[in-house]
């Protein structure tokens, strides 16, 4: 709580032996008092301390308060070779420790993400392919060649080449002794190639051009803020923000675009590069950690210029960062939904606002909170009114499922059948997309009704006949398809029931026996680049027909598509999700817009039992102002984001009453809530009320606006103790209410 105190002016060094006060990754709830390394520190240093019997990793967040036995104090064990951390990037963990509510050590984990942080750089070696072959091949022997023959250019510790492999140090130690891997010294991390902003670049339409040079004039400093780019897919918002990059680079300043997805999106890095002639950093956690720590010093030490990543890369050691694009900034995975639980669109907008860089959220259907804020005037917004080039939007039409008559078993519809078919026959690719992995959401037994559920979470069991076995989508956990129902026992009477995207997929190769047919699932492939490799060929015309989830409506480009079907538009509307019609229409309207992104003009099928149903009837308009003013018409009269603020408490634990019993003590003492007006809903069980095995139950807090949430928040936990193993977890801003 008193660590904002920490960042009131501190010396910048301190001598040998000086108070310094630490924060530790350790949850300990406070910083602790060191004494300064021989040599002396930097404030913000990375540092070695002993804590009991162990050596653990902290920053020196400020000059020791001396409060307690000054003899007891130890000495901070090494500074790291590392930047300091920089003053903003203090600033920025605790101002989004405060509005998460997260403690500071957890919240400083998120900044320490880099592999080896800890190693000496002497430690660091190159390994190499030797010229003797081992004296005996194991399986252990050939994963640690592999490994090198694909990375084999970047330095590793031997402790993280082993890991890559997936084998002990000793098997590499074995390797280097035979003369079949060469161990050098390593030099310092390759820089990155230095990126060309006036290399020459496409010319922009009138529209575009505007919008870039607005965008431009904020990264030189002309105006400053956050800017809503706004444009169907395909209408060239990447273009205009990546002349806003540009910008940045002749000032001299960092950029980060953020991407969802970004493990798949190749395609993406080709435009960077050719724009600016050189490769930009990748960050995302599919990264090698060599990788991972090549860019983290190369981008404290100001040699990266892009750094193209995934949310986790807010917390980079920039050193002079001018501007953050969040792409597809509506999209639900910027929300981080493990662990810190922060969403990556709105701490991208406060880590601009500390180190003074420029905004960019660009979406083809912006999120609510991004339309408030551009209503009340916080951010400016810039539309890109059409598609570029002869690209025109989708022809949107419904297929009203009530009258199709649809036989048992089977999805697509008679109409959507022989307009896939047309599509075939001139050449073009098409696609059908339904929201759901795996081959059958249930798997019923038609002897006793019994559906197969997770034995750790409220959830059932869905079968994926690609991996042969059902798969827990909370947990993870899987298990063989069983032959005989774990309840009643009886053989050969499990059946799956309703469609996924691999029983689709199924379908098509009945419906369309000729036609190549690509199932895009993010389960169905080994690793990310392998779906890459994937997607890239499909973009190529390696496929007739794309059947996917989720995955497929994100960013690709595949010329060559003109329809796009939607099996199910209704999935998402129903539960009580209030954000339920925003969802649908952005998922829908995404989809929609992969259809005619080149020459042959596209159209979007979908597929509905609720033609009538209003949010249906706006996706097939189009008018996503009208839908907006409509959305958000309801959650003003609702109180809701973004008209009101919303928090949910998500309280856990292997015994059920014990976890309710924490609710019912909340609720009763909700005195610091009720101070600021706030409403508290709840102890409920949570949407999944058990995960792993331990029991949810969820509380909602609601308030206006202006309420100062997360002190009454802080103020009303603070008065619970949790006993066993019961957690709480605080979700400012959740996606569902
Ligand atoms: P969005 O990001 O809005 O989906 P993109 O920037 O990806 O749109 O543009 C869609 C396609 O049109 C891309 O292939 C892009 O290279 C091309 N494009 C957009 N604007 C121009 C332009 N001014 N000149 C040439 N090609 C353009
Ligand atoms: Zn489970």
Redesign the pocket.
């Known amino acids: 709580p008193a660590i904002g105190a920490f960042l009131l002016t501190p010396p910048d060094f301190f001598e040998h032996g000086a108070l310094v006060s630490v924060l530790t990754t350790q949850p300990l709830g406070r910083a602790l008092d060191y004494r300064a390394p021989e040599g002396g520190c930097h404030l913000g240093a990375f540092v070695e301390v002993p804590l009991g019997p162990r050596k653990v990793l902290g920053v020196v967040w400020g000059a020791g308060k001396g409060d307690y036995d000054l003899a007891k104090v130890r000495h901070v064990i090494r500074a790291l070779d590392a930047p300091p951390m920089r003053d903003e990037m203090r600033e920025f963990l605790t101002r989004a420790a405060a509005y998460t509510l997260t403690p500071m050590p957890a919240m400083l984990r998120l900044a320490t993400r880099a592999p080896g942080l800890g190693d000496p750089p002497s430690m660091r070696k190159i390994y190499r392919r030797g010229g003797a072959e081992p004296d005996r091949m194991t399986d252990a022997r050939r994963r640690v060649l592999e490994t090198l023959a694909e990375y084999g250019d970047l330095s590793f510790t031997l402790k993280e080449l082993a890991e890559m492999a997936g084998v002990t140090a000793s098997v590499v130690k074995g390797l280097v002794t035979q003369g079949a891997v060469r161990e050098e010294d390593s030099p310092r991390d390759t820089p990155f190639g230095r990126m060309d902003p006036d290399l020459p670049s ?4 009138a529209d ?2 505007a919008g870039a040079e607005a965008l431009a004039a904020g990264v030189r400093g002309e105006t400053y803020g956050t800017t809503l780019l706004r ?12 002349e806003a990059v540009a910008a940045a680079l002749r000032a001299g300043r960092q950029s980060l675009v953020l991407l969802p997805e970004i493990a798949l999106t190749e395609q993406f890095f080709h ?1 960077v590069q050719e724009r600016f002639g050189a490769k930009p950093a990748e960050w995302h956690s599919g990264a090698t950690m060599t990788e991972r720590r090549r860019i983290w010093r190369m981008v404290g030490e100001g040699q990266a210029g892009v750094v193209i990543g995934a949310r986790s890369a807010l917390f980079l050691p920039f050193q002079n960062l001018g501007l953050i694009v969040v ?1 597809e900034e509506h999209d639900t995975s910027y929300k981080q939904e493990d662990g810190v639980l922060y969403n990556a669109r709105d701490m991208a907008v406060l880590r601009a606002a500390i180190c003074g860089a420029q905004v960019v959220l ?1 979406s ?1 259907t912006p999120s609510l909170e991004t339309w408030a804020n551009v209503e009340a005037g916080k951010y400016t917004r810039i539309d ?1 009114a059409s ?3 002869p ?1 025109v939007m989708p022809q949107m039409g419904a297929i009203d499922m009530r009258t199709e008559g649809l036989p048992a078993n089977q999805w697509v519809s008679p109409t959507l059948q022989s307009e896939v078919t047309k599509r075939l026959e001139r050449g073009e690719q098409a696609m059908l997309f339904i929201n759901r992995r795996g081959y059958a959401p249930v798997t019923l037994c038609r002897a006793c009704g019994h559906q197969i559920a997770c034995d750790d979470c409220d959830a059932r069991m869905v079968e994926h006949r690609f991996l042969k076995r059902l798969v827990c989508h909370q947990c993870g956990e899987s298990k063989p398809m069983p032959e005989v129902c774990p309840s009643c026992e009886v053989e050969g009477k499990l059946a799956p029931v309703g469609p996924g995207v691999e029983r689709l997929g199924e379908e098509a190769k009945t419906l369309w026996p000729e036609a190549r047919i690509a199932v895009l699932s993010s389960d169905m492939y080994g690793s990310a680049r392998a779906l890459k490799a994937e997607i890239a060929g499909i973009a190529e015309g390696g496929a007739d027909i794309i059947i996917g989830t989720q995955l497929v409506a994100k ?1 690709h ?1 595949f010329p060559k598509l003109t329809l796009v079907g939607v099996i199910d538009a209704d999935l998402g509307l129903t539960g009580s999700d209030l954000r339920a019609a925003e969802r649908t229409f952005q998922l829908m309207r995404q989809v929609a ?1 992969r259809a005619g ?1 080149a020459e042959a003009p596209g159209a979007a099928l979908l597929q509905t039992y609720q033609p009538d149903h209003p949010v249906i009837r706006a996706i097939l308009a189009g008018d996503e102002e009208k839908f907006w003013a409509a959305e958000a018409g309801e959650r003003r009269q609702a109180g809701v984001p973004p008209y009101g603020r919303m928090a949910g408490i998500i309280l856990s634990g292997s015994d059920v009453a014990a976890v309710f019993d924490l609710g019912n003590q909340l609720a009763r003492q909700d005195g610091p809530l009720r101070k600021i007006g706030a409403q508290v809903y709840g102890p409920a069980p949570a949407p999944i009320a058990r995960v792993r095995g331990r029991h949810r139950v969820r509380m909602l807090i609601k308030a206006e606006k202006t309420a100062p949430l997360q002190e009454a928040i802080a103020r009303w936990i603070a008065q619970v103790r949790l006993k066993g193993d019961v957690r709480l977890a605080v979700d400012i801003d959740p996606q569902s209410f």
């Open positions: 496409k010319e922009l339409t575009q051009a444009g169907v897919t395909g209408s060239g918002k990447t273009e205009v923000y990546l435009r792409d660009a083809a890109l598609r570029f080039g690209a960013g480009n817009g992104r």
